[in-house]
């Protein structure tokens, strides 16, 4: 479930706003004759307007004007502040459902196609991979620690993350990341690269993880084993 954030709309304009606090004095496109009062306002409606933008709901912008003068000119609302928030919630929630199935329905097409092309092995947790050169040294445990490259992609080609693009290798315990990246990194041997397509059933799931990665996401890695490092020490 999304937490109650989504519904406290106004505050999370009022925190885009803060986070600009850095920007130098005078550094925006106003004229420079522009109302002190007038530009304020049009920079919370452009804040307000990009949280609104990320539930995805549509708006009727003659009503969302009503219910922001209703308050700012201290008329008596239709609601409560507590019942818009229950509101909001539960429209912001309806979205994200709707959004989960279409991807879902789409995940489910994708891999099943996917697992169809040559080269391509799905393991019994619904993982598929494909080697893309094999190595000859020994295969990581779950405690181990181990350096790899590797970068994520979406399968319409979006990258996500990439130690690649960072140009630097990750050294991480296999014990302490998704578990596709888990169970696929455990089945390479040192020196391999692999293409692992993982359901989202053993990434994200239905939540997502913010940003390009939404709910039922199937994510896309091309790792690099380079070394295990060590055993992890659990603690």
Known sequence: ?????????????????????????????????????????????????????????????NELMRGISDVLEGNETEITQEEAY????TAVEAEMAKVGEASAAAEAEYLAEN????????????LQYEVISEGTGPKPAVS???????????????????????????????????????????LMTVGSKYRLYMPSTLAYGPEGAGGDIG??????????LISIESAAVSE
């Open 115 to 126: 697992g169809k092309r040559a080269g391509v092995v799905t393991t019994a947790s619904g």
């Open 1 to 61: 479930m999304r937490k109650l954030f989504y519904a406290l709309l106004v505050l999370a304009a009022i925190a885009m706003v803060a986070c600009t606090s850095e920007a130098k004095p005078g550094s925006t496109s106003f004229p420079e004759n522009a109302d002190a009062d007038a530009q304020t306002s049009y920079a919370f409606g452009v804040a307000l307007g990009y949280s609104l933008q990320e539930t995805k709901l549509q708006f009727s912008y």
């Open 215 to 224: 709910p039922n996401q199937t994510l896309i890695f091309e790792v690099e």
């Open 144 to 186: 181990d620690l181990v350096k790899i490259h590797y970068e994520g992609t979406l399968p319409n080609g979006t990258v996500f993350d990439s130690s690649i693009e960072r140009g630097e290798p990750v050294v991480f315990p296999l014990d302490q990341v998704i578990e596709g990246f888990s169970e696929g990194v455990q």
């Open 86 to 89: 229950q509101v909001i919630q």
